[in-house]
């Protein structure tokens, strides 16, 4: 019921807003995870309709699922909005492609660019051409309880390479604690060990090149060892009992809860591990991580980080207005107080300095020094691959389908494409 | 049709309509019929034919619908064995329906179609989780069957046995979603049966009780038959609404785990909506829709007698 009324209040909300002036700017945001989020976008409007007279600027909220729905009708028809809310990727591509989009390089210089981190800039364009600003980037990590490290006598920080950890969550399950907390309902949280392994394995360039169906696809054997690797994993039985019917953020509150020592998810953990305890607090200083570990043998750079890019997408015929919005939107001083509100990881390239939590700053500083920066493959891949690619990820580990099963179910996916 | 039989000959169209005028029926027929057969080709028959005309393309909802594909959307599902597994779990909520649901509300409804006060508050008890949302009865019992902190999780506790996780269970889940189905439909179900009960005249019961019959007699040779009509309607409702669940299993189960829990409509939503296959999803509903209809069309011919009578 609480959705149809948001739904039909954003539709209403749509509707009286398509009436507005033309000048005026619609953004269509998801729904925020933390409170301050919504209150940020509103202030940021706020400040931009002061200093400029006569613009209003309109922000709409969705949650995440009804978003992705409504969105293709919406972008279709003459409700849509200046520019909204996206994860690039797959999906991206596609709206690129049935012309939802305007193509705004010729309104961002060279100087507005190097705003931008270039992965950023890379995220956001197709076939060579910008189509809207980023915004900020996530980056997964492997966390790590402290205490409970200590207690099994494991050093995360000499975790280098697969076969490392492998060997810990032995010796951490022969201590008696789960190694590993794991969201499983969701699939995706599964599919992250999946996905930094074939990064890890493939490369960043052998991801790109089996996204275009080049050396066998997903059929590479690249894919299938790193199916055989998260195999390996499984095989220990390292995730905490009745995974597959936990959800990722009930996971998180587990894992905030000391019920386990590994956690791999994205820079957003330090905040969700807090909020969904059952003390509401956490694991506090207990909570580090070193990142994901190399694989012998493996074209990837174990510097490259792994993650999304998030931003706004400008549609076709938006006004003027828009693009100026999201420049101020995106400028370093907004992206340096989302940083400070630790809303998310700012990917300007001079907006770290509001960040205070030092592991959150660690990320960043990883960030901007990767070498590469791999996009969150069920996103990269579009709706339908990255959907086979989270399915196959998680039955891999229920045991239900081999490595090269899990290979094959992909590359079909992505031949149906 | 050669010969009519009364006074009326046969008409041709303009003398009927050219009738129908002098008996001041055409008016209304112009008045009335319009509105009802617009809205019901514009929102019933034309969706049907667009689904049916969808289903022949590859269309992610993006952009022009001119990626004709013949009929490789059906050529997808008759291969993939998720969609397999869901018209198997569709199958076996169709058998629970019948033979678990239906006569646990057909004993319940004996036990209680008499008018009195215990019997009122059983009913309203019984009849429920009829009321409650299927979205929320999900939720609730995805409550219950949590192994952490639900109920079934401090059961385990208290006996100090392991957490059972039956939802994580490729084994058990689908179980648990037809426990869910049953619990939430009986006391629909009873309630057609108890007023079909309570219209069993009494005085029949009566001469069956004079001539010596016992309670079970009176129940299979009385009542049973009497309420015949009611218990097919019901099966009818059952075998459709079985092919129809969708909102029970997302917040269970949501498919999973290992896709072994989709039925039918939720199989479309995953593979046709969330993932952008608009026109696969439809190739999916085509197949429900044919489903239901066979199901409907054979039922009323083959349970309902003739003419399709209750």
């Not at chain 1, 705004?104 to 189509?131: E, N, V």
């Not at chain 1, 891949?381 to 959907?387: E, Q, R």
């Not at chain 2, 319940?108 to 008018?115: D, E, P, Q, R, T």
Request: proline fraction near 4%; charged fraction near 15%.
């Amino acid at each position: 019921m609480k959705s149809f009324c948001l739904g039909a209040a954003t539709v209403l909300g749509l509707t009286l807003a398509g009436s507005a002036l033309a000048d005026d700017v619609r953004m269509l945001a998801i729904e925020p995870n933390v409170p301050e989020g919504r209150q940020y976008y509103l202030d940021v409007a706020k400040a931009y309709e002061t200093a400029n007279p006569g613009t209003k600027v309109q922000f709409d909220f969705l949650d995440d699922t009804s978003f992705k729905s409504k969105l293709p009708t919406l972008l279709q028809s003459s409700a849509r909005p200046d520019a909204f809310f996206t994860w690039t990727g797959g999906v991206f591509a596609e709206q690129a492609k049935a012309g939802v989009l305007k193509d705004i390089s010729a309104d961002f210089t060279d100087a507005d660019r190097k705003m931008y981190s270039p992965s950023g800039i890379q995220a956001m364009s197709h076939d060579g051409k910008l189509y809207g600003a980023p915004m900020y980037a996530a980056s997964v990590v492997l966390w790590y309880n402290k205490a409970l490290v200590e207690k099994a006598g494991v050093d995360p920080k000499a975790i280098k390479n697969w076969e490392d950890l492998l060997a810990a969550s032995k010796k951490i399950q022969s201590a008696g604690i789960v190694p590993i907390v794991m969201g499983g309902k969701d699939k995706w949280p599964i599919a992250l060990f999946y996905g930094q392994l074939a990064a890890r394995i493939a490369g960043t360039d052998g991801v790109a090149a089996a996204d275009k169906g080049e050396n066998e696809g997903f059929n590479n054997p690249a894919f299938i060892q790193a199916g055989e690797a998260l195999k390996q994993l499984a095989d220990l039985k390292p995730f905490q009992p009745g995974y597959m019917d936990t959800t990722q953020p009930k996971a998180a509150g587990l894992f905030g809860d000391g019920k386990g020592a590994f956690y791999l998810a994205g820079n957003f953990l330090v905040g969700a591990q807090a909020q969904n305890s059952a003390t509401g607090k956490g694991l506090g200083d207990d909570l580090d991580f070193i990142t994901f570990p190399a694989v012998e043998g493996g074209k990837g750079d174990p510097a490259d980080t792994f993650g999304g890019v998030n931003g706004w997408l400008v549609t076709k015929d938006a006004g003027k207005s828009t693009v100026d919005f999201l420049k101020f939107l995106t400028n370093n001083k907004n992206q340096t107080e989302g940083g400070r509100l630790k809303i998310w990881l700012p990917i300007g390239t001079d907006a770290q300095s509001g960040i205070a939590d030092p592991r959150l700053r660690r990320i960043a500083e990883g960030l901007s020094k990767a070498p590469h920066h791999q996009l969150y493959l069920d996103q990269m891949l579009g709706a339908s691959v990255g959907a086979a690619l989270n399915d196959a990820a998680a039955q891999i580990v229920t045991g239900d389908i081999s490595p090269e099963e899990a290979a094959a179910l992909v590359e079909e996916a992505r031949e149906m494409r | 049709m050669t010969t009519m039989t009364g006074s009326r000959p046969m008409l041709s169209p303009a003398a009927r309509i050219a009738r129908m005028h002098k008996q001041g029926k055409l008016m209304a027929l112009l008045l009335f019929l319009p509105p009802a057969l617009v809205l019901f080709t514009l929102f019933v028959i034309w969706p049907i034919f667009n689904a049916a005309n969808l289903s022949f393309f590859k269309w992610s909802g993006y952009g022009a619908i001119d990626n004709f594909i013949g009929t490789q959307n059906y050529q997808r599902l008759a291969r993939h064995s998720v969609f397999h597994q869901s018209l198997w779990n569709s199958l076996k909520l169709i058998l629970a329906s019948l033979f678990i649901q239906i006569p646990l509300a057909l004993t319940l409804a004996l036990l209680i179609y008499k008018k009195t006060s215990a019997n009122t508050a059983f009913r309203l008890i019984f009849f429920a989780p009829y009321i409650l949302a299927e979205i929320a009865s999900g939720v609730i019992w995805s409550f219950i069957f949590d192994g952490d902190f639900g109920v079934s999780g401090q059961i385990a506790a208290a006996l100090g046995i392991d957490p059972f996780y039956i939802l994580a269970d490729r084994q058990f889940a689908f179980l648990a979603i037809i426990t869910v189905v049953v619990w939430k439909y009986f006391g629909y179900h009873m309630m057609i049966f108890i007023a079909a009960l309570q219209a069993v005249p009494e005085d029949l019961l009566e001469a069956a009780e004079i001539d010596g019959a016992g309670r079970w007699q009176k129940v299979f040779y009385v009542k049973l038959p009497l309420i015949m009509h009611a218990i097919k309607l019901s099966a009818f409702f059952a075998i459709v609404g079985a092919l129809q669940v969708f909102d029970i299993i997302i917040p269970l189960t949501n498919g999973g785990p290992s896709n072994s829990t989709h039925s039918i409509v939720s199989y479309l939503y995953t593979y046709g909506l969330a993932q952008l296959n608009v026109g696969y999803g439809a190739a999916v509903g085509v197949i429900l829709f044919i489903l239901c209809m066979v199901t409907a069309f054979s039922y009323r011919r083959l349970a309902m007698g003739k003419g399709g009578a209750l």
